[in-house]
């Protein structure tokens, strides 16, 4: 299965959440456009939490600068070509995009919800409980059903709100939802941890 891990907005947690799913059910690892870190970035930490022997591609673009995309490759005197942004060889693919749904990669207006229009592939939603978060949510999913997107589920992470995730699993068009908490002490031994309460969720019918 191919999947792609999206988030309501940077910072939520989306590279734990995709090492958790690579654990869980053996999935390859691919981060087409990496910005703010080049040595110690969000693929060499899949790699050091995940204990299976997975793949993890190399990025397409990996920049600097922690900012957007395109405002990242613009101060490197470059220009992000969608048509590079083209699947790796892997029946079992897990992507995580860079920041939210609709973060621009060119300067001539080019949205990451555009390259997932391309890719349609189904979306994993990542949303972390914080003040506004759910407006950020239900515009995602908003977003997505206006593009015609298929919406795989949804994981939250952080400290629980139970009415903001009821709130939301009310507007929400699927059945699976998943809970990771935050911790202080990110290591392998956590991925495993959650890795198992995975497997026991409605999100295991998803890779049988």
């Known amino acids: 299965m191919k999947v ?3 988030g309501i907005g940077t910072e939520v947690g989306k590279t734990i959440v995709s090492a958790v799913f690579c654990e869980a059910f053996g999935l390859d690892y691919w981060k087409p456009i990496q910005s703010g870190a080049i040595e110690d970035n969000d693929s060499t930490s899949i790699f050091k939490l995940v204990s299976k022997k997975i793949t993890v591609f ?4 990996c920049f600097q600068a922690p900012l957007s995309p395109d405002q990242a490759a ?3 005197g470059v ?7 083209k699947l790796p060889q892997s029946d079992n693919l897990l992507i995580e995009p860079a920041g939210g749904l609709m ?3 060119t300067a001539d207006g080019f949205l990451f919800s555009d390259q997932l229009i391309h890719w349609n592939l189904p979306i994993i939603l990542v949303s972390r409980f914080y003040l506004g978060s759910i407006n950020h949510t239900l515009l995602s999913l908003e977003l997505l059903k206006s593009k015609g997107l298929h919406l795989a589920g949804i994981v939250f992470t952080g400290d629980v709100n139970a009415e903001s995730e009821v709130t939301i699993r ?10 990771v908490p935050w911790t202080e002490n990110l290591s392998s031994e956590f991925i495993q941890e959650q890795t198992q309460n995975l497997r026991e969720s409605s999100f295991q019918q998803l890779f049988i």
């Open 4 to 6: 792609i891990v999206a």
């Open 58 to 61: 190399p990025n397409s673009y």
């Open 74 to 76: 613009k101060l490197e």
């Open 79 to 85: 220009v992000i070509d969608p048509t590079n942004l």
């Open 103 to 105: 973060v621009p990669l």
């Open 170 to 179: 009310h507007f929400a068009p699927t059945t699976h939802f998943f809970n």
